[in-house]
């Protein structure tokens, strides 16, 4: 077979250029220390590469959640603390107005220190949030209040949404349903139920007032709504009128206590379920930047070694190439 000198040549050309465009590219990986610059360099890696990259930030997007969740679980965990407190002082002078050693006058100087305590309770059950929203509104956290003066009731309380203020103007149903849910983690089915029991996935973030603050006990009137800031009202009812709380508004004040207990224990389960979330989400999130390395970052150590070997293949390309081009018959007949 004949090999023409125009063939040599285009040979030559030809590996110089695929040594040099191989030698630009390692250059490339290695300025950006990236295996994958271009989707034509790998493009089954570029594909795979894509989907980790989604899969991290929703894991960054959850994590960002969780933030959010548990800053509106601290300030529910403080507010009922607090109410909590308060609640327990009030049983203290419950206790000691009951004693026979007190008498009208002492009750009633003891009912201002209760006013204060129904004052500090109801601030407490109205609690709005950083962002404005109100913490125990249920769905409707742009209610401007939670508990609100009662029409049925003079002197007492009613959440917004009681059958006591249908009709009225603070009357809101949505307060009612459901609550504020955000997503912290992988979901398994895709489907938002009504609350958020056995979805590890979602968290509430807000509480229905009227459950929170509930009391079953009988120390309140009939009609009245029976919330934890009517059972203050009336132990200061009877104390303003000189005589000593029923045993009825002390069992109560106790069983109040109890029920913020619960609520309490819960709101911990769900601060305890965020932080499992957050470093499943973190572990998951590492082994996936792991996999992504693999595909997209370059070995440098292996770069440059691969880059000082084509440039030699270059070197010796071109000396060939230089010779290749002397290989004519009419240098030998000079």
Do not use: W
């Not at 309140?220 to 009825?248: H, I, W």
């Not at 996999?291 to 390309?317: F, K, S, Y």
């Amino acid at each position: 077979m004949r090999i023409s000198s125009n063939q040599f040549y285009s040979q030559g050309v030809s590996s110089i250029q695929k040594h040099q465009e191989e030698i630009l590219n390692l250059q490339l990986q290695l300025s950006t220390g990236k295996r994958v610059n271009n989707a034509s360099d790998d493009p089954v890696a570029t594909s795979q590469i894509h989907a980790l990259k989604n899969t991290m930030a929703m894991i960054d997007q959850y994590a960002e959640n969780g933030s959010y969740a548990q800053t509106q679980l601290e300030q529910e965990e403080t507010a009922i603390s607090d109410i909590t407190d308060s609640l327990q002082r009030a049983r203290v002078l419950a206790v000691q107005m009951s004693s026979g050693t007190y008498n009208a006058e002492n009750r009633q100087a003891a009912a201002e220190e209760v006013g204060q305590l129904i004052d500090q309770v109801k601030s407490m059950m109205n609690y709005t949030t950083s962002e404005g929203e109100k913490l125990f509104a249920g769905s409707s956290v742009k209610a401007d209040s939670v508990f609100v003066e009662d029409p049925t009731n003079p002197g007492y309380y009613a959440y917004i949404g009681s059958d006591n203020l249908i009709g009225e103007a603070e009357y809101d149903p949505q307060a009612n349903y459901g609550a504020r849910f955000v997503q912290i983690g992988f979901d398994n089915d895709n489907v938002v139920k009504p609350d958020d029991n056995g979805d590890s996935s979602r968290v509430r973030t807000t509480d229905n007032g009227a459950k929170v603050f509930k009391v079953d006990g009988d120390s309140l009137p009939a009609g009245v709504d029976k919330n934890v800031l009517n059972v203050l009202v009336e132990f200061q009812n009877q104390l303003v009128a000189g005589t000593a709380p029923s045993d009825s508004v002390i069992d109560d004040i106790d069983s109040s206590i109890q029920q913020l207990s619960v609520v309490l224990t819960e709101v911990g389960g769900r601060q305890n379920r965020i932080e499992s979330q957050s470093n499943a989400g973190e572990s998951f999130k590492l082994s996936l930047e792991e996999r992504r390395q693999t595909l997209e970052d370059v070995d440098e150590v292996q770069g440059i070694t691969d880059l000082t070997q084509t440039q030699n293949a270059l070197e010796m390309a071109q000396l060939i190439f230089t010779r290749v081009q002397n290989l004519s018959l009419f240098n030998y007949l000079k």
